[in-house]
């Protein structure tokens, strides 16, 4: 059983990723803009239960997988600081990851929200 010290000792470090990775990565502070504007058209337009769902789920995975890609980035560069043919395809592939994630995402989101878009100006 986890004690009540050791359980905020573990949230104050996921605390500390999480503001690390806000201040440096600018990738990531964008996400979390794009999020709150995603989350705030699903209040506007009242999206159902199951679309909020896919939303909140997208937007978890993009921050996530921004997250991971940032770890890896810093793994790498610890490792082998200086740019490394191999170092540099493992991090486009990363980055390559993070990009299709948030355009999958993109066309999901106007395919939940082209509905209540097209009701708005009909």
Do not use: C
Request: aromatic share 14%.
């Amino acid at each position: 059983m986890i004690s009540g010290k050791q359980l905020r000792k573990s949230f104050g470090h996921a605390a500390n990723g999480f503001t690390t990775v806000f201040r440096s990565e600018q990738s990531f502070r964008l996400q979390i803009v794009a999020a709150f504007f995603v989350l705030v058209l699903a209040l506007v337009f009242r999206v159902t239960h199951v679309e909020l769902i896919v939303l909140l789920f997208l937007i978890a995975s993009v921050l996530i997988l921004e997250l991971i890609n940032s770890i890896f980035e810093r793994v790498l560069d610890a490792f082998k600081p200086r740019l490394h043919p191999i170092v540099k395809e493992a991090k486009d592939m990363m980055a390559a990851a993070v990009l299709l994630m948030s355009f999958f995402s993109l066309v999901i989101g106007v395919l939940i929200f082209y509905p209540y878009v097209n009701l708005l100006f009909s």
